[in-house]
């Protein structure tokens, strides 16, 4: 059976950077691009993040494209100082790792989501980990990509948990509503992989480790990448067990949906100044209609997930 096709859609901090390893390691999934976003940091430095990645794990063949530098509501970007305690200055946990030998495709990244939906229709799956700017930005400029791509994984938004921003808004969500409102709206085949499940599932320093017993360069620079983030989640009370691997659950369910237990919802996110800013709530106008277009993840089965995150990261890092 052909590989389906995968794009990434990428703010590139730390998770995102154990995003892009799961998405290169699983067998049943042709990674053909990474399209760039601001969020843990600003546009360009997501974007180089990614190329620096992609080189670390022996991968200089997938392209890397800019998406848009802000949200749709705004025209600018400030990365916010929660961020980097979080990923670090540089998104990537302060790793400094060699500039990149390639540059960034001079396509936007806009362009191609449009050309790949054109081109794979149901074998694509897009897997945004970020805001959802770039992908309001292809369903605006393109409307008929909404019928034609397989399916959208998601990562953002707190539908049976509180929000980790405010009480009801989730981190990527929280950075352009309206371009969530416009993306949950729409016809996409959707799946909400959102913070009701990811802070289930957990990596410490006992997984880590593991890596760093390879002895190799990208297992190194991995364990690294990701302790500075387990000792900001230890350090800012956010978890002291571990951190949550947010963006590779949303890269693994793309894949296996059976990870998770989904309720099938037509859902919105309030966009409007106030205190429910960023929510995702079910649709009350649509409780009524078939076929919700959203299945919203709310159980996973950590321990199964776990296992092959770990087999998929720990056997590409052996041979780089």
């Not at 546009?43 to 990614?50: G, H, K, T």
Request: net charge negative.
């Amino acid at each position: 059976m052909a590989k389906r096709k995968m794009i990434l859609d990428l703010d590139t901090g730390v998770d995102d950077a154990l995003a892009i390893a799961y998405a290169l390691a699983d067998p049943e999934v042709d990674l053909i691009g990474i399209v760039s976003s601001y969020g843990n940091n600003l546009l360009d430095v997501c974007a180089e993040n990614s190329l620096k990645l992609l080189e670390l794990l022996g991968h200089t063949d997938i392209p890397v494209f800019k998406g848009l530098p802000h949200s749709c509501t705004t025209d600018h970007f400030d990365v916010m100082q929660v961020s980097k305690d979080i990923h670090g200055n540089n998104g990537i946990g302060e790793v400094q790792l060699p500039a990149p030998s390639r540059s960034i495709e001079e396509e936007s990244g806009v362009d191609f989501y449009i050309d790949a939906a054109h081109k794979y229709g149901k074998d694509l799956i897009i897997i945004p980990t970020g805001p959802m700017t770039n992908l309001a930005a292809a369903l605006k400029k393109a409307p008929e990509i909404a019928h034609l791509i397989g399916n959208v994984t998601f990562m953002g938004g707190a539908l049976t948990v509180e929000g980790n921003v405010t009480p009801v808004a989730e981190a990527n969500i929280n950075q352009d509503p309206k371009a969530a409102n416009k993306v949950l709206t729409s016809d996409l085949p959707l799946t909400m992989v959102g913070l009701d499940v990811t802070l289930r599932t957990l990596l410490t320093k006992k997984e880590t480790q593991q890596w760093r017993d390879l002895g190799t360069k990208a297992g190194k620079a991995y364990a690294d990448i990701t302790d500075f983030y387990i000792d900001a989640y230890y350090n800012l009370d956010i978890d002291k067990n571990g951190c949550a691997i947010h963006d590779p659950l949303a890269v693994g369910v793309g894949i296996d949906p059976s990870f998770v237990t989904t309720l099938s919802l037509f859902v919105k996110c309030v966009y409007e100044e106030g205190p429910y800013y960023a929510r995702i709530i079910g649709d009350n106008s649509k409780l009524n209609d078939p076929n919700p277009n959203v299945k919203v993840a709310i159980n996973v089965d950590k321990e199964r997930y776990l296992k092959v995150f770990m087999d998929h990261l720990t056997n590409l890092f052996k041979e780089h």
